[in-house]
Structures are given as structure tokens and as C-alpha cells.
């Protein structure tokens, strides 16, 4: 499977981005997806999860409220909906796949990465 981020960008504090993580070379239906982040000088961190038929999320506490996760199958593309960003959000995000039904929290779950998007908030 193959992952291609996208999405990331400039935006000030309070903003909002989308992110978008296109799948190709696999049944993307048989995948969960997950997005982390790694911000520089920093550890990995779990930022959202989606099981593979979208019936569970879980999510990061330092964004839930704030972050969305979701699919569509139709493109083989997962989402996250990023709200209300913080100068803390700034980080470089991957998307990840990995053959299991849960939305694990866990990097080493997942098989497959992507090549990540940096998302930086700033004034």
C-alpha cells in the first residue's frame, strides 16, 4: 500500500486545515488508518485513528474536540479535519495504514506510511 499525504500549510492560530491521505495498491477497505505527528526535537505522537469500515475513532487527548477523522472509501482517502489549531499543533503528520479492525493508538500497529505533510500555526 502506498500513502500519499497532503493538505498541510501556513495557517494562524485559531485556524483550520484539512488534511488528506490518498491510498493506492491495496483494498483500502481492509486497511484502518491512523495519523500521527512528530514535531521537531519531539517524539512521535497518535493523533487520530479510524477502523476500516469508519464505525470507530479514537483520537489523541491533546486534540479531541479539536481534531476529525474520517474515510471515504469511494477515493481511498482518509481525512482529518484539524479546528481550532494551536502554535502546539505545528508538527510534521504522517498517515499510517495497518491491517487490523480498531483504531489503534499504537505506531508499530501500522505497516504502512506515508511521507508526511508539516502543518505549521503561526501568527
Known amino acids: 500500500v502506498q500513502l500519499q499525504a497532503y493538505g498541510g500549510g501556513l495557517v494562524q492560530p485559531g485556524g483550520s486545515l484539512r488534511l488528506s491521505c490518498a491510498a493506492s495498491g491495496g483494498t483500502f477497505s481492509s486497511y484502518s488508518m491512523g495519523w500521527f505527528r512528530q514535531a521537531a526535537g519531539k517524539e512521535r505522537e497518535f493523533v487520530g485513528a479510524?477502523?476500516?469500515?469508519?464505525?470507530?475513532?479514537n483520537y489523541g487527548d491533546s486534540v479531541k474536540g479539536r481534531f476529525t477523522i474520517s474515510r471515504n472509501s469511494a477515493k481511498n482517502t482518509v481525512y482529518l479535519q484539524m479546528n481550532s489549531l494551536k502554535p502546539e499543533d505545528t508538527a510534521v503528520y504522517f498517515c499510517a495504514a495497518g491491517r487490523f479492525d480498531s483504531a489503534s493508538s499504537y505506531w508499530a500497529n501500522y505497516q504502512y506510511w506515508g511521507q508526511g505533510t508539516q502543518v505549521t500555526v503561526s501568527s
Open positions: 479510524i477502523n476500516w469500515s469508519g464505525s470507530r475513532t
